[in-house]
């Protein structure tokens, strides 16, 4: 049974407890009488502590915080291998992400720490040690930092293969040691000495052969989360080839004056030659080293501009196209002497010339049933106001002002919403949905409609709240945006989930309902996805019918 209208995690937490109960009675209270411990500290009038009890206080309350952490390693294993993380949707890393509410890159390195240092069950039930008992050890105890930690995993991930087990062992215990009375910074020296002690020929074999070619690095690109102020940082390792595309668009893109954004005549065109031309036929058929005598002789013109009989005839002046070509560099000269911008901002401005060439070409098909384009929707409130923020297809925030500039060469695309924020009907017959449907889905979903997804709409299909095969109709009420991985989840079987629209009445209408399966929530409450829409969050409606519609969090 469905609970027709639930919630997001957001309101009402007393529909759902803020923290799972614990069923054992023991444990229970064992983990009542800790968290008890933690809140009586944290009442005691720290003002009136001694400096000296400040430290220790400190120190030791780190030293609890890492052993605590050590210690779940275990329990996090003993988690995957019994399954118990079977009712969260998706891998090991996004179910680890959905329970402690972390993103999917913190959950997957903890979960690949926890193989390393917590214990660990084989196929017949035995506990086994972890993988570095001895670093695990330290760190149960408090006497090791992450990045202590980092930096013996990276030593062992370096050592070589043959390096016996006892060797092994005893450079843990020796690490370990040492980390476990310096900090970091003092550490790396001690692990770069000691690899160079166990791997003296580095990359050499034992046989004296010649080292294997090193295997050249990955090539990648990664753009990293936009700020709050709209900009974006990232990093990447470019092959050669990509290489000399990018210096090949600089060499002209990048240099002063060309495409500049701020400048209300740039450089659009540059043909500057550097002071040289292409070579032409001599239409006299002469030798280089002729006398201009020969030239001018028999035409009564003395190579100045003078014929005969003092006529002004232009010989030896300028030509029309040499007068040009100094008035475009006189341009191009003043327009570099405006460009204020250094060297990378120029190569950032040449790279997004090239890369909104390169879209407005069509030359890179279609993409779920659109153009590759930059696909950007905003309010008509703010477009008349000229300030806030737009949203693109691929959940980036843009200012109105620059999406205004963009939209000088764009194609335009009007989608009309009700007071409420729902589209007005567009409906098809057909099952998969149209090009117009998905670009409605793009301004009203903005991205996959699945409890705290973050993915953006271009990784999305259209999803059917009502499956297709049930009836279900391709109208634009009846859709909604799912990314790959959360669109494989809803079904009618056991651990499945399932999909409702919002009635009306409702604090959110229209929006999509995921309904847990009930392993998860009993109740199967419906979760509303507010990462596309933060607005929501920070100005809640005040208007609607409130019956049945609490916030409940995301069920543990």
């Known amino acids: 049974m469905l609970s027709g209208d639930g919630g997001s995690g957001v309101d009402g937490i007393e529909t759902v407890p803020p923290a799972p109960e614990v069923s054992d009675p023991e444990l229970s209270m064992l983990i009542n009488r800790v968290e008890s411990a933690v809140a009586e500290l944290a009442g005691q009038a720290s003002v009136a502590w001694t400096n000296a009890d400040r430290r220790a206080v400190i120190q030791r309350m780190e030293m609890l915080t890492r052993s605590v952490t050590a210690h779940s390693y275990t329990w ?33 390195a903890r979960v690949r720490l926890a193989a390393d240092l917590g214990d660990r069950t084989s196929f017949s039930g035995e506990v086994l040690p972890p993988l570095l008992p001895h670093t695990a050890a330290a760190l149960r105890a408090g006497l090791l930092d992450a990045k202590h930690v980092q930096m013996i995993r990276e030593f062992f991930r370096h050592l070589p293969r043959d390096v016996d087990p006892q060797t092994r062992e005893l450079a843990e215990q020796q690490l370990v040691g040492f980390a ?35 295997k050249r690095r990955d090539a990648f690109f990664y753009l990293g989360e936009q700020g709050a102020d709209g900009m974006s940082e990232g990093e990447f390792c470019v092959d050669p080839e990509l290489r000399a595309y990018l210096e090949a668009l600089f ?27 292409t070579p ?19 035409s009564g013109c003395d190579g100045d501009g003078n014929c005969a009989g003092g006529i002004e005839c232009g010989c030896g002046t300028d030509s029309d196209d040499t007068a040009e070509a100094k008035k475009k560099a006189a341009a191009h000269d003043a327009a570099a002497a405006r460009d204020i911008r250094t060297p990378r901002e ?35 409130r703010d477009l008349e106001a ?72 271009t990784w999305c299909q259209a999803h059917h709240v009502t499956d297709w095969i049930d009836g279900g109709n391709t109208d634009i009420d009846s859709l909604t945006f799912g990314c790959d991985m959360h669109h494989a989840l809803v079904g009618t079987g056991p651990g499945k989930w399932a999909t409702t629209k919002t009635t009306a009445g409702h604090r959110y209408p229209g929006r999509t309902l995921w309904h847990p399966p009930t ?38």
């Open 519 to 556: 392993g998860m929530d009993p109740k199967r409450r419906g979760l509303i996805n507010h990462a596309h829409h933060p607005e929501e969050v920070l100005y809640p409606p005040d208007n609607h019918d409130a019956s049945g519609d609490e916030e409940p969090r995301q069920p543990a």
């Open 280 to 298: 032409q036929p001599d239409p006299t058929g002469r030798d280089a080293g002729a006398s201009d005598e020969g030239l001018w002789g028999g």
């Open 346 to 380: 120029r190569q950032h401005d040449a790279l997004k010339l090239a890369l909104r060439h390169t879209l407005a070409s069509g030359t890179l098909g279609t993409h779920r049933g659109l153009p590759v384009t930059a696909i950007v929707t905003m309010t008509l």
């Open 180 to 214: 476990s009375t310096r900090r970091p910074d003092d550490f790396a020296p001690l692990v770069a000495n000691l690899d160079s002690i166990l791997n003296p020929d580095g990359d050499y074999d034992e046989d004296g052969k010649p080292p294997k070619p090193p």
């Open 76 to 108: 996090l294993n003993e988690l995957i291998t019994q399954h118990g993380l079977d009712i969260y949707p998706g891998s090991v890393p996004s179910s680890v992400a959905w329970m402690l509410r972390i993103t999917p890159r913190t959950a997957g």
């Open 251 to 277: 060499s002209k893109a990048a240099k002063p004056g060309m495409y500049n954004p701020a400048d209300g005549k740039p450089i659009v065109d540059d043909d500057e030659t550097d002071g040289t031309t």
């Open 386 to 457: 000229g300030r806030g923020y737009a949203k693109t297809a691929t959940g980036s925030r843009i200012s109105i002002r620059d999406a205004i500039r963009m939209a000088s060469h764009a194609h335009h695309y009007l989608t009309i919403f009700d007071d409420h924020g729902r589209a007005l009907y567009l409906g098809r017959s057909k099952r998969i949905a149209s090009a117009d449907q998905r670009i409605v889905l793009i301004a009203r979903d903005r991205g996959c409609s699945f409890p705290s997804c973050t993915r953006p709409a």
